[in-house]
């Protein structure tokens, strides 16, 4: 089987990022909008056609089998080298046809969102950019190609959060996302290089062996009581929480909401926040058999901790957007905690497959949320929960698949999040009660902050709109359309037969018995969200009064933004770079502006020996000339 | 070989003529007269080549073609150096020393 | 008679170069420059080099000097008296003038040169063979550099001389 027109996948959107950036100001909005959604429906074909491939012909001896493609970039020794290239196996082909299914129908989807905007070719350029990089990061054969494409998202995220530059919070919000992540990075990239420095390879197929030298080996260094594979796994994990918004890196999420939001849709809510989980994945063998799998321990707390955090945040969130991003973190928190508590070997790989198998769900259902939200900015001009209402009436197509969506994340039967949170549940309940009653709880949650969204904009009060709201155009429909559909289709699909650690399709089964808790749990949410929400009614407002000081925190999303502010701005600057800076200026500069300064006026002081005459520079050559045979004669004669 | 006159009184001659020339090069005021002061240089200086070729070492010919050579080259130096003169007289109207001191700070 | 020809001719060129770089007339230089060229070239005929002198004459007794006339005429009237140096840098040039020459003859009559024996005059044919030829210790290779050399001068100078006009 070949496999190798892969590489066209990332490299359509790099040829349209290159046509559409250099003549963003000569290629007119109609086109470019044509070209990119043609570029990615190409992608997104591909993407199909490669997934049926592999998925019904890749397996032998009913092992998927990997298939690489690469070539030697930079070599550092013998073992040691970069590759690039293209590794085709089941999790990475996954990621393809939710990266190109979700590009493609952004793609289409902005063509109605952004028209009339000055920057609109630009804006399909910095998309190209993104899809290029994410399918670049999904592909990648080893942990450099992987951590070059991973900086690439991170600036084209920064590019497209930044989008709107005239806006001062867009351009603050760009550069929080950025410092924060690249924080993180810096994670990572020691992760990586302690991995190169130990094992001398950065290759998967060599990390991930479970046989292989690097595995077997991984007691021989050790570092304050942890083998330093462990601390380079959860350095590297530190990275992937940087991307994916896990605590207590998440703080740049929220605002990167200030981008428009076909790139919340994109970039915060389906492919780049997943970036993490992915890298985890990526990396699952290593994660499981080092050190008895305590970095995976530490993803696995990291992920609950998170899921649970934001979504109590979410709950008390007026910019419906915000709400949509707590809700991203939320889940993905749960794909964290779902690879944290995965076993390696058959039916243990449980939650491996339905971390990834949310990831699926949760990239379609999280897509056309953020779709429908956009949709409704669109109409009515404002992110404000209390802007908003009745507005059913106005926009049917958006209020069913903003429903479709709502009863997906929350865990309805029959709704494609129902099937994947429910293996996430299973896999945690078999191994770690904790993790599985605190997900429990926040499936509970879920349910109804996002039925808190829904009857606040759908139904509630009728408000007295300045403009009629209308309903999206098609180029705008017709992708949420598609992704409602995938919301409910999307459960259905049986992944176990696709995607496990070790490679080996098992069976899963549905545990009716927790599904009906977990199901029970996201109803009773659904139905106080009713309550509170369907009518115009005070009992929200009673219930924030009586609790008050937690209402108040919650609310101030627990004032991790200003411990942050507080550390950098009192403790960095004021300890550090403050008496830095003082030197730099008294000391460093001073002493070179001072050499400058004598040198200055000691040249003025001598400069009116230059006569500016030739025939004196001339006597001053020859009487010196003179003056040396003197002395050279001198000399010679004693 | 002149007979009767050693290579010490021909070299005494060049320096005078060379040390002429320098003492002309330091005191004149004018262009064109500094340029001459130059030939004079050039010309104590081919004499030299071609005494000492003479006196010590007549087997070879080294300082008779470089006597040319300087030669050839001080038409060429004289040819642009009155090139630039008169296209200086163009400029300032005047060759004088002191009216190219634009060099000056 | 060649000895008291060699006096005369010494004389002559100390005489005039000394007029040369001190006449306040500037023709008067010039005309002084042109004597003690030529008696430059008496001194290469003196020493049977008799090529050289020839080049000398022409060259210079023609080439240059016709120039620097030219040159004269072009931007001088022909009585315009040059400018007075000041005595004081008179003394100081003539002071390192002075000191140098001594410096050098000094130097020279130090030295002890030993006169070769076996003296032959040298033939215009042996120059010609030395000029062109390209074996051992031939000097075509800066014959050719000068003759380029030349070329580009002539090019630089019609150039530069043709310069700019002031009204532009």
């Given at each position: ?8 996948i990332?490299?359509?959107p ?8 250099i ?12 070209m990119?959604?043609i570029?990615l ?8 056609y490669a ?30 080298h ?7 196996d089941p999790?990475?082909?996954m ?7 979700i ?5 289409l ?13 630009r ?7 993104f ?13 450099f ?19 709107y ?6 351009v ?14 810096f ?14 390879t ?7 062996n479970?046989?292989?030298s ?31 918004a896990m ?16 790139v ?17 994945a ?8 080092i050190?008895?799998?305590?970095a ?14 934001a ?7 007026n ?18 905690l ?7 070997h ?13 990831l ?13 939200a ?25 209020h ?27 896999a945690?309940y ?9 997900s429990?709880?926040v ?10 969204l829904y009857?606040g904009?759908f ?8 403009h ?6 098609m180029s ?16 259905y ?5 696709y995607?496990?650690?070790d ?6 089964h ?6 009906a808790?977990a199901?029970?749990v996201g ?15 005070n009992?929200?407002e ?17 004032y991790?933004d200003?411990i ?12 550090v770079?403050k ?8 000391v460093?500069?001073?002493?070179m ?12 002081k001598?400069?009116?020996m ?8 001339a ?20 | ?7 010490y009184e ?17 005191t ?22 071609v ?7 007549p ?13 050839a080259?001080?038409a060429?130096e ?20 002191k009216?190219?001191?634009k060099l000056?700070? | ?11 002559l ?20 420059l ?7 070239s ?10 050289l ?10 080439g240059v ?22 005595i ?18 000094w ?7 030993t ?11 042996d ?15 800066p ?11 002539m ?8 310069g700019?006009?002031l009204?532009?």
């Amino acid at each position: 089987m070949d496999f190798s027109y892969t590489i066209l996948i990332p490299l359509i959107p790099l040829a349209l990022f290159v046509i559409l950036g250099i003549f963003s100001k000569k290629i007119p909005a109609s086109i470019s909008g044509w070209m990119g959604s043609i570029g990615l429906g190409v992608t997104f074909v591909l993407s199909y056609y490669a997934a049926y491939q592999y998925y019904l012909n890749g397996k032998v001896n009913g092992v998927y089998q990997p298939f690489i493609y690469k070539y030697n970039w930079m070599n550092f020794t013998d073992k040691l080298h970069i590759d690039m290239g293209v590794l085709i196996d089941p999790i990475s082909v996954m990621m393809l046809v939710v990266v190109s299914t979700i590009s493609f129908m952004v793609h289409l989807y902005s063509r109605g969102y952004m028209k009339g905007d000055d920057g609109y070719t630009r804006f399909f350029a910095y998309l190209a950019l993104f899809s290029f990089s994410m399918f670049g990061l999904v592909l990648a054969t080893n942990l450099f190609q992987i951590y070059i494409f991973w900086e690439l998202v991170g600036a084209s995220s920064f590019l497209l959060i930044g989008y709107y530059y005239t806006k001062p919070s867009a351009v603050s919000a760009a550069k929080k996302a950025f410092i924060v992540t690249r924080f993180a990075d810096f994670g990572f990239l020691v992760g990586i290089l302690i991995i190169g420095y130990y094992t001398g390879t950065w290759d998967f197929q060599e990390l991930n062996n479970p046989e292989g030298s690097v595995i077997t080996n991984w007691a021989s260094t050790s570092f304050m009581g942890l083998s330093v594979l462990t601390w380079a796994l959860i350095l590297i994990f530190m990275g992937g929480a940087g991307k994916s918004a896990m605590l207590p890196f998440h703080i740049w999420l929220p605002d990167a909401m200030e981008g428009p939001t076909p790139v919340s849709a994109l970039i915060h809510a389906a492919t780049m926040v997943v970036a993490g989980v992915y890298l985890v994945a990526r990396l699952f063998p290593m994660y499981y058999f080092i050190e008895d799998g305590f970095a995976l321990q530490v993803v696995a707390y990291v992920g609950a901790i998170s899921s649970l955090f934001a979504a109590i945040i979410a709950l008390t969130q007026n910019d419906i957007k915000r709400v949509l991003a707590f809700s991203t973190m939320s889940q993905i928190g749960y794909m964290m905690l779902a690879l944290g508590v995965s076993g390696y070997h058959g039916h243990d790989g449980l939650g491996f497959m339905a971390s990834m198998f949310h990831l699926f769900t949760h990239a379609m259902f999280k897509g056309l949320l953020f779709l429908a939200a956009g949709s409704v900015i669109h109409a009515i001009h404002s992110n404000y929960l209390q802007d908003m209402g009745g507005l059913r009436k106005y926009m049917p197509i958006t209020h069913i698949t903003f429903l479709i969506a709502a009863l997906s994340i929350s865990g309805v039967p029959f709704f494609a999040g129902f099937f994947s949170k429910d293996e996430i549940l299973t896999a945690a309940y078999e191994n770690n009660i904790l993790i599985y009653i605190s997900s429990v709880f926040v499936a509970g949650l879920t349910a109804f902050y996002m039925f808190r969204l829904y009857f606040g904009i759908f139904w509630g009060k009728d408000k007295e709109y300045e403009h009629t709201p209308h309903e999206s155009p098609m180029s705008m429909t017709i992708p949420m359309m598609f992704l409602a559909f995938m919301s409910i289709a999307g459960g259905y699909i049986h992944f176990s037969k696709y995607i496990s650690p070790d490679h080996m399709p098992f069976e899963a089964h549905l545990n009716y018995y927790l599904a009906a808790i977990a199901s029970t749990v996201g109803l009773i949410g659904i139905v106080l969200a009713f309550i509170f929400y369907k009518k115009e009614n005070n009992l929200s407002e009673r219930f924030s009064h009586a609790f008050g000081i937690f209402y108040k925190w919650t609310y101030n999303k627990f004032y991790f933004d200003e411990i942050y502010l507080f550390v950098t701005k009192k403790i960095i600057f004021g300890l550090v770079a403050k008496p830095s800076a003082w030197f730099d200026k008294n000391v460093v500069d001073a002493s070179m502006i001072g050499i400058g300064n004598v040198t200055e006026s000691f040249s003025y002081k001598i400069k009116g020996m230059q006569s500016g005459k030739f025939q004196d520079y001339a006597m001053g050559f020859i009487s010196g000339g003179v003056v040396i045979a003197i002395v050279v004669f001198y000399l010679w004669i004693n | 070989m002149i007979e009767g006159i050693s290579i010490y009184e021909i070299l005494t001659l060049s320096s005078i003529v060379f040390f002429v020339g320098v003492y002309g090069f330091f005191t004149r005021e004018n262009l064109i007269t500094v340029l001459m002061s130059i030939e004079l240089i050039l010309n104590a200086s081919a004499l030299n080549f071609v005494i000492i070729n003479t006196y010590l070492y007549p087997d070879f010919l080294q300082g008779a073609v470089f006597s040319i050579f300087i030669i050839a080259m001080a038409a060429a130096e004289t040819a642009l150096a009155i090139a630039i003169i008169i296209n200086l007289y163009k400029l300032v109207a005047s060759v004088e020393v002191k009216d190219t001191e634009k060099l000056k700070y | 008679m060649e000895t008291i020809l060699f006096y005369i001719l010494s004389a002559l060129i100390v005489v005039f170069s000394i007029a040369s770089v001190s006449s306040r007339k500037i023709l008067r230089a010039v005309t002084y420059l042109l004597f003690v060229l030529i008696a430059i070239s008496g001194i290469y005929f003196l020493v049977d080099y008799s090529f050289l002198g020839a080049v000398q004459l022409t060259v210079y007794g023609g080439g240059v000097i016709v120039l620097i006339i030219f040159s004269v005429l072009l931007v001088h009237h022909i009585e315009l008296e040059l400018e007075v140096t000041p005595i004081k840098r008179k003394i100081i040039a003539g002071l390192i003038s002075v000191v140098g020459l001594g410096i050098t003859l000094w130097a020279i009559y130090t030295f002890p040169f030993t006169n070769a024996t076996n003296y032959k005059s040298i033939e215009v044919a042996d120059i010609g063979r030395k000029l062109l030829g390209y074996g051992d210790g031939g000097f075509i290779l800066p014959f050719e550099v000068i003759s380029v050399l030349l070329l580009a001068v002539m090019v630089g100078a019609i150039v530069i001389a043709k310069g700019k006009k002031l009204n532009e």
